[in-house]
């Protein structure tokens, strides 16, 4: 909290922009003893350029050793701490797509699955329906009535959709209802606690009505909630840093926990590097601080493909000049967390960050964009909640401290 | 208490084991300028090897520019803030030797000292006397009785023995009466606040009478008394991370902290870097966590040998290879503070930090173990009492925070 007040009486308007570029989940690991990470390997002369003008260094994502989830990996980024604001997947998702959730109304993310005749979970993702197959079927949910809330079910992607319940004394102390199994049935909604029953039995209510209206499907005839939390009243990023915050993200959770903090959200074509970068291209002059996130390097990282993340790392390095045409006053390369295809899956390990800023940074002695190159950079090893006030100050928008 | 709290959340079962290998008092200083330290000057192809395939860092073991005494830097090691948890020296010492310390009894270390004949030490350690001479006086000074408090004592190790007194409304409260200086009297036992003054009279009475006890011997004339303390109740290592902890150490201190923690203290023959790894081999399958001391490295820098210690280091090079064929998953080694030969005692630098985990590790670009090359390792630099939550991700033990 020091921090948000130390922000607020220090911040400086000017016309100075910043770019926070997510390459999400760029962080990896070599497959063999010796050999590159897919960071380290990837053919890169733009952000090897930006590396030698530039400063390196590696972040902490939440803490050292703790693994993080991707809502609170990008709340840490936007320099809120994640262990004090811990912000549920349920909101998360819901805010993403737009959804509204207000103190008191409980979110939560669904997905479809298939139920074998026991009622055992055969395919958790219901083999993972098209959208075009899934939006009839939340329709058919959204006609659902339970007596004393309004529920709200809406589309995310493919079989995944989201639902917010909105009526008196709701509380979000709810266990998931996805076993994280298959061969097991979906477990009931159960309170944490003895105030949220009464939560439980409306959500319940609800799944049952659900599963009566899709008994008749083939694959989506089941369904697993998650996540369930409310809106945590998150102090606004716009009015801590006094910046006008644009959030150019192509998937819904990235864009929820920008709407969270109070960043405007920018509709645009298209989900590559070249479109979002068109996107801040188009919003320029409005705004003075821009979050760009890239998904597919993650992705990738969880499929374990590691030459497909150096693909994805290439493509972004390919539409850069685009972005750097723009001219921002500070750029700064990073990620949420690694995502090294060897593990498939999230890590705990320091993320490389790359802090370009011609006008005020110190350049360190690094040439190339590695996670070994920024072990060895100039911002050391730092918490990354600490990056937000580098930012700003590279944007020379913190006035001094004290006489 | 976050970081315990998200440890307790977080943690999960495998079948993963970690080794946490202190050569005490390992880190040091060059004693030329321009001249290795004790660690550098070491042949030891082994850690070489592990640094090669590891990560290297550097710890601060209590707070930047601050020594830590044994205990403090211990209980950072297992995670413990040692500025919240402070466990005094007579605690450590009695428990460390199987004597009960509940919460309420108090604890001290004691010292056969040589007076002369006005009261003034001569002697700090009585010459240094050998167990075989001090333990009948041991057994003497335990003959000794005070109205309405038990009192036990039991000899430690050559000239140091522990007491452990037990009765109503005792309080720890009580000044070292060790002036930490000859040619001046023992102190009294002397009350820090007001309500510790019963006390203090109490263990008055105890010293006056061994002192009579004690009147007639050429050594050890005298004694001295430090560490008041009792249990300080520590939150449990074992539930706290989920691991079942095993600690293999010579001396009783090391042991003391371990068993504080919830450790089991494992019992074996013989006292070299060899005899300890074998001890581990023995109990392999019980455990999920070896605390490992060796303790040489730390005498042999407090005598200031600078040959002595790298002999040490030598040798613990010389057994890994036993220890590294039980194929930990994780494995580091470092110390729980310096203790440069060129100092002759404990020092405050950060200390040099492997750590060896093939399956999850990111390996940097050191290929030596040793002071220099660990301040310019993969993790930094960082407070020891970040270790365990990175031993635990290394082993897999840790879940994602959040979704």
Known sequence: MANFDLMR???LKNDRKIVL??????GGLPVEPGGPTELEVAQKPVLDRLASEGTLGQMIPIRPGITPGSGPAHLALFGYDPIQYNVGRGVLEATGIGMEVKKGDIAARGNFCTLDSKGMIIDRRAGRIPSDEAIPLVERLSGIRIPDVEVDVQHVREYRFAIVMRGEDLEPELEDTDPQATGVQPHPVRARKKS????????????AEARARLAEENKAN???LRGFSTDPGLPQFPEIFGLKAACIAVYPMYRGASRLVGMEIEDFQGD???DEFRAASDIWDNYDF????IKKTDSMGEDGNFQGKVGIIETVDHALPSLLKLEPDVLCVTCDHSTPARMKKHSWHPVPTLLWAPATGLPDHQTTFGERACAQGGFGTFPT???MPLLMAHADRLEKFGA
Chains 1, 2 share one sequence.
């Open 9 to 11: 009486q220090l911040q």
């Open 21 to 26: 570029l997510v390459v999400d989940g760029l």
């Open 196 to 207: 949220s029953q009464r939560t439980a039995d409306l959500f319940e209510r609800w799944v």
């Open 222 to 224: 089941g369904l697993t």
């Open 272 to 274: 590559t590097p070249e």
């Open 290 to 293: 821009f979050f760009i996130h």
């Open 385 to 387: 909640i600490d990056l």
